[in-house]
């Protein structure tokens, strides 16, 4: 779907960078190739530490616009961290995770038209993407820190 909001934003200078590997990835570069993106998406596949961790350095957004249920997603919680502002499909973990206009989007499971309006918020309005950045970021310290998690876990066990 990312793609494809892609597709709907010709007139904005961006990028989507696609991580990871799976059966989906030809198809993936079938719709680009129809799409005429080649020169505005890479598929990086599977990547190292080092590699991610400079790709999230780089993004201005991070998109997880899911159809499927995940429980917590590792990389919406990298992505918060690193203070990246996130739109998100409001399903499964993800829902458990961001609140919309705090520290993220939602948008329904397999709604473009959602998802190319939220693209185009945070990529037109700096203010907004800088004020989900640092939100993201605090939620990821305050909530997802390892070390609490770990100390609500074992209070929980005893």
Not at 2 to 13: C, N, T
Not at 15 to 32: F, N, P, R
Not at 93 to 117: K, R, Y
Request: net charge negative.
């Amino acid at each position: 779907m990312a793609v494809k909001a892609l597709g709907e934003l010709r007139e904005l200078d961006i990028m989507l960078e696609i991580v990871g590997s799976g059966a989906y990835l030809v198809e993936l570069q079938a719709l680009i190739d129809e799409l005429q993106l080649a020169d505005r998406v890479t598929l990086h596949g599977r990547v190292s530490d080092e590699e991610l961790d400079r790709i999230y350095s780089s993004a201005d957004i991070y998109l997880i616009p899911t159809l499927r249920y995940e429980g917590l997603p590792l990389a919406l919680l990298e992505a918060l961290a690193h203070g990246i502002p996130t739109i998100s499909s409001r399903i499964g973990g993800n829902a458990d995770v961001l609140t919309h206009g705090n520290d993220g989007l939602f948008v329904e499971p397999g709604d473009l038209s959602q998802l190319v309006d939220s693209i185009r918020l945070l990529a037109t309005e700096p203010e907004t993407r800088h004020r989900l950045a640092l939100a993201a970021r605090q939620t990821a310290e305050h909530r997802f820190d390892k070390e609490r998690m770990v100390a609500e876990t074992r209070s929980e066990e005893h």
